[in-house]
């Protein structure tokens, strides 16, 4: 294991100003989970680790006025897999957090490590893709928020930059006539990774069932998660039954994409299967969005 | 790199250490304090032989900073048992027969402690979820379910 000097702030701004003091030199860490591993490897040597677990009020869930949902970056998965408001309101993240990792991952993990670690091996940028959401950054110049459909960049690559610090996920309320859906395709149910995690968003007027809008996020597949626009287009304006969404699938394949290989999953078998995957979440997120 | 002393609460007992801010729970476990009931194989989080309860939680105990496990509570298997009485999980894994090599035994055994502690009497497919985290290359995990649905209610 890697030595370093392990800072643990009490504050967003006294972790902010670590950040600006040893810049390229400190990691940011939340629980750990994603970031031990390649610590121990060698991976990564940063020479200062910040620990943002003594930060008080980081792991709230919780909605504002409007019913936007806002998520603190220190929730776990498991919070956030058995919260009430999410299950209710929010499925599919409920849903994506249900097969991830096992419960000892999802009982200290948290969404912002997970995010900002930036695998492109994993379940959650998909869902917040297709709902819209976006991340709040924090640094001593101030905060904005990012979509999360610009926040992945690469291989542990992000959108943050080297002050930043994730402190809150903002996902919009999903409109009553609006279903989403997360499907994942891998090995077993439980431990595994994504080869194919599809993210299906519909909405649909109540009056002609004809959908109005529609994002479809691909995560996994490639180094970043990407919406498949082709496949949206395909859906919105049309009246959709299980039957005409077989139909618009029947020939659909996703010429222009990069698949990458990985290790438990070769590149053709990702881009056979991620039209079947589309086709299913398109289908539970129309149930979805169909009932009252 | 600067060791610190901190305290830690395992098994209700205060342990005043001295460590460095790297070293890794399930290590501090079974190298400085002999708790070897804990045990290490994958390295990695992936098989559940580590597997500890923090403030009731299971976790992953190879892939967590001892240092942030300050004003937590932590209970390894050497502390599930009151003496030399067996907790009834405990009871329940030797009555079924759900030990065999008996390298995953404890980290099964405080999976099952925290769901039935969260769920006192979860279904079949609540108890494998609950151990879906816990690697079994010996009993097929038949009996180890039975262990945990028979101690459970």
């Not at chain 1, 940028?125 to 297709?130: D, E, F, N, R, Y």
């Not at chain 1, 194919?196 to 180094?223: F, K, M, Q, W």
Request: net charge neutral; hydrophobic share 40%; proline share 4%.
């Amino acid at each position: 294991m890697i030595n370093f000097e392990y800072l643990e702030p009490a504050s967003l701004e006294e972790a902010a100003g670590y950040l600006k003091k040893y810049s390229y030199e400190a990691k940011l860490k939340a629980s750990g989970i994603s970031l031990l591993l390649l610590l121990k490897q060698g991976f990564f040597t940063p020479g200062y680790l910040i620990s943002l677990l003594k930060i008080k009020n980081l792991s709230y869930i919780k909605t504002d006025d409007s019913k936007n949902l806002l998520i603190g970056a220190l929730a776990t998965h498991r919070e956030i897999e058995m919260s009430e408001i999410i299950n209710s309101h929010f499925y599919a993240l409920a849903e994506m957090e249900y097969d991830l990792g096992s419960v000892q991952i999802r009982n200290r993990g948290t969404i912002g490590g997970c995010i900002c670690h930036g695998d492109p091996l994993i379940d959650p940028p998909a869902v917040l893709i297709a709902l819209d959401a976006g991340a709040k950054a924090f640094s001593l110049r101030g905060e904005r928020i990012i979509p999360f459909s610009e926040f992945f960049k690469g291989y542990y690559e992000t959108a943050l930059e080297q002050d930043e610090i994730l402190t809150e996920l903002v996902i919009p309320k999903i409109p009553s006539n609006a279903g989403c859906a997360y499907i994942k395709h891998t090995l077993r149910k439980a431990m595994d990774k994504p080869f194919v995690g599809v993210a299906a968003y519909l909405e649909i007027d109540r009056n002609t069932g004809i959908c109005s809008n529609s994002r479809i996020a691909l995560g996994a597949i490639s180094p970043t998660p990407v919406r498949a626009i082709d496949a949206e287009e395909m859906l919105i304006g049309k009246r959709l039954d299980n039957q005409t969404i077989d139909n618009i699938f029947r020939d659909y394949e996703l010429e222009d994409m990069e698949f990458s290989y990985d290790i438990r999953c070769p590149s053709d078998y990702k881009k056979w299967t991620t039209p079947v995957i589309i086709k299913r979440a398109v289908k539970t997120a129309l149930e979805r969005a169909s009932k009252e | 790199m600067a060791k610190r002393k901190i305290k830690l609460d395992i098994n209700n007992n205060i342990y005043e250490l001295e460590i460095e801010p790297n070293r890794i729970l399930a290590d501090l476990l079974r190298e400085e304090l002999g708790l070897t009931g804990t045990k290490k194989s994958c390295d990695i989080g992936v098989c559940g032989s580590c597997t500890v309860l923090l403030d009731g939680k299971a976790i992953t105990s190879c892939i967590t900073l001892a240092v942030d496990c300050v004003n937590k509570k932590i209970l390894t298997i050497e502390g599930v048992a009151n003496g030399d009485k067996l907790d009834r999980i405990q009871e329940a894994f030797v009555d079924r027969g759900a030990v065999q090599c008996g390298f995953c035994t404890p980290g099964m055994v405080l999976s099952a402690k925290a769901l039935l502690c969260e769920n006192p009497n979860p279904s079949e497919v609540e108890i494998r979820r609950a151990i879906a985290g816990n690697l079994c290359r010996c009993t097929g995990y038949s009996k180890i379910v039975e262990a945990i649905k028979s101690a459970s209610g």
